[in-house]
């Protein structure tokens, strides 16, 4: 299967690609966490892409869709993919649809009222970069799944988050549509439990399989 995670920041795409990879035994691609290991590693990629995350921005395509095609040219992405975050325009779509067509996109639709919250209480883990919530995991520093150390994303902050939200109406929601007309669209209510979502995003997938 070769799908695609699309939604909002905070809308629970990395929550849900985590289980779908381990249930589905499929290659977990995370453009954003590919930026944050540059950054960490202090790469010329990192070095590009922080002063574009730090401002809630896109960064550039060419370097976005050199690191994807590359990543999906990989042993591991032969039998299927699940991208997180990729595409987020329409470029970015273009440049996959002729690389390597998507069987489904799973579009985590929510409002984005409940998005504030959700970022503002995410804790991440370092090592398995598992997506948490203070509300469910309180201030432990310590990741419930496999040790890890916790932290806050620099990006999930109140003025980097409003800018991440224009972003995503201007360039990425639109990729809705795209995908409608191509008939592989998949919507599915992100204001509900992980739980229910992940139920709703399992209906779709063992439909497909
Ligand atoms: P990226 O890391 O992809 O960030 P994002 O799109 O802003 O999305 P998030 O990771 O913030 O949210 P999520 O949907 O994964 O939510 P999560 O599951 O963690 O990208 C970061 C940056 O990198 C971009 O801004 C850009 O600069 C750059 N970039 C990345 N891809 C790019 C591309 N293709 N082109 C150009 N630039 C690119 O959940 C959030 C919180 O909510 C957690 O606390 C979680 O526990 C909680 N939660 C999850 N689901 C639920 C639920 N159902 N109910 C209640 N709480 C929930
Ligand atoms: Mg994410």
Same mark, same amino acid.
């Given at each position: ?5 699309? !939604? ?27 930026? $944050?290991? #540059?950054?960490?590693?202090? *790469?010329? +990629? ?6 574009? +995350? =730090? ?11 050199? +690191?994807?095609? &590359? ?12 991208? =997180?975050?990729?595409?987020?325009? @329409? ?23 409940? @998005? ?13 970069? !598992? ?7 309180? =201030? ?13 994303? =620099? &990006? &999930? #902050?109140?003025? *980097? ?18 995908? $409608?007309?191509?008939?592989? @669209?998949? *919507?599915?209510?992100? #204001?509900?439990?992980? &739980? ?11 439909? @497909?399989?």
């Amino acid at each position: 299967m070769k799908l695609i995670m699309l !939604g909002a920041p905070g809308s629970g795409k990395g929550t849900q690609a985590q289980r779908i990879a381990k249930d589905y035994k499929i290659a977990n691609i995370s453009t954003g966490d590919i930026f $944050r290991d #540059n950054i960490k590693r202090e *790469t010329p +990629i990192g070095q590009k892409a922080k002063s574009y +995350i =730090d401002r809630g921005e896109l960064v550039p395509d060419e370097v976005t869709c050199a +690191i994807v095609t &590359d990543r999906l040219s990989q042993e591991d992405c032969k039998g299927g993919y699940l991208l =997180d975050g990729f595409p987020r325009n @329409l470029r970015q779509a273009q440049k996959l649809e002729a690389f390597s067509a998507p069987d489904a996109v799973l579009y985590l639709e929510t409002e984005d009222s409940i @998005l504030l919250e959700r970022i503002g209480g995410r804790r991440v883990c370092r090592k398995c970069m !598992g997506s948490f919530h203070i509300s469910s995991i309180g =201030d432990t520093t310590v990741c419930p799944v496999c040790g890890g150390e916790l932290y806050r994303r =620099d &990006d &999930d #902050n109140p003025a *980097t988050l409003s800018a991440r939200l224009d972003v995503y109406h201007r360039e990425s929601a639109p990729l809705a549509g795209y995908y $409608r007309e191509r008939g592989i @669209l998949h *919507t599915i209510k992100g #204001n509900a439990t992980q &739980d229910e979502v992940y139920a709703a995003i399992k209906r779709v997938l063992d439909k @497909l399989q």
